[in-house]
Nanobody, 134 residues
């Protein structure tokens, strides 16, 4: 059974930085799509950034481009999200998510990148709160 455990959330002032971590337990082989999603109160969960372990292709939501960086340490089975220049509108619960696509999909994912839709991911962490004050 795959388990994802996030850490690193907290409260910062606008302009500050945070680094989120997501430890992956139980996965042993194959390529994977990993993503960070966030959900603010009363809003839908949105994809923030994704990364493909099979080549490192990344996706970023327009709202975070140039400020957030997703990365992955395959040896440590850990996913990161470096968040800089944080804004009050970044306040949300942040979730780590994982999907393990079949081998037949690896070539297209390597070209197109991992999806950023919530329904494309089967495994989720418990979430970590990020609060940015103005």
């Amino acid at each position: 059974q795959v388990q994802l455990v996030e850490s690193g959330g907290g409260s910062v002032q606008a302009g500050g930085s945070l680094r989120l971590s997501c430890a992956v337990f139980g996965y042993t082989y194959g390529n994977q799509c990993m993503g960070w999603f966030r959900q603010a109160p009363g809003q839908r969960r949105e994809g923030v950034a994704t990364i493909y372990s099979g080549g490192g292709s990344t996706y970023y939501a327009d709202s975070v481009k140039g400020r957030f960086t997703i990365s992955q340490d395959n040896a440590e089975n850990t996913l990161y999200l470096q968040m800089n220049s944080l804004k009050p509108e970044d306040t949300a619960m942040y979730y780590c998510a994982a999907d393990f696509p079949p081998h037949s999909k690896w070539p297209i994912i390597a070209t197109m990148g991992c999806p950023a839709a919530e329904y494309d991911y089967n495994y989720w962490g418990q979430g970590t709160q990020v609060t940015v004050s103005s």
